[in-house]
């Protein structure tokens, strides 16, 4: 069954990168303007009710974009936050948006910037993709497969 959920995301992958005009590699999205790459995410607990999800975006134009929104079918609400720790104390915010300055790579990571899956319909299980959609000012959306791995990331 595991073989049949990775050739499924594989195909999907291919399907989603043809239908919006774009060139894919090994865990990377092109568009005409980004580049995404390294999406993961990791798995979840039988009772556990949210995740995040962390990638690296290129911004490839000569132009700032900004994601200004994340979607997702496995979640009941999708969101963009930061983590920073304040007097001690580790804080997680909500972000409306994130500029992605011209020529620069912005890394979302444990930690930092990331994106949050709150009232997950599953459990997010090891070795399965799922697709999510993130939404940008100028690029429009893009979608992408997100790889769940172990809690530490890729291997």
């Known amino acids: 069954m595991k073989a049949f959920f990775k050739v499924f995301a594989a195909l999907l992958l291919a399907f989603t990168t043809v239908s919006i005009s774009t060139l894919a590699h090994e865990n990377e999205v092109h ?76 890394t979302l990571s444990p930690g930092g910037y990331h994106i949050m899956l709150m009232s997950l319909d599953a459990p997010l299980k090891r070795g399965e993709y799922f697709p999510l959609t993130l939404v940008f000012e100028k690029a429009g959306p893009v979608q992408i497969m997100v790889e769940i791995t172990g809690i530490g990331g890729p291997e």
């Not at 990791?42 to 994340?70: C, E, Q, W």
């Not at 915010?93 to 620069?104: F, G, S, T």
Request: no cysteine; aromatic share 4%; hydrophobic share 40%.
């Open 31 to 106: 568009n005409q303007t980004l580049t995404i790459s390294n999406a993961w995410a990791p798995h979840t607990g039988k009772r556990t009710m949210s995740a995040a999800v962390y990638l690296t975006l290129h911004n490839d134009a000569t132009t700032v974009d900004t994601l200004i929104d994340v979607k997702s079918d496995i979640a009941r609400m999708t969101t963009l936050h930061h983590s920073y720790e304040k007097n001690t104390v580790m804080r997680m915010d909500h972000v409306d948006r994130l500029d992605l300055p011209a020529q620069e790579i912005i």
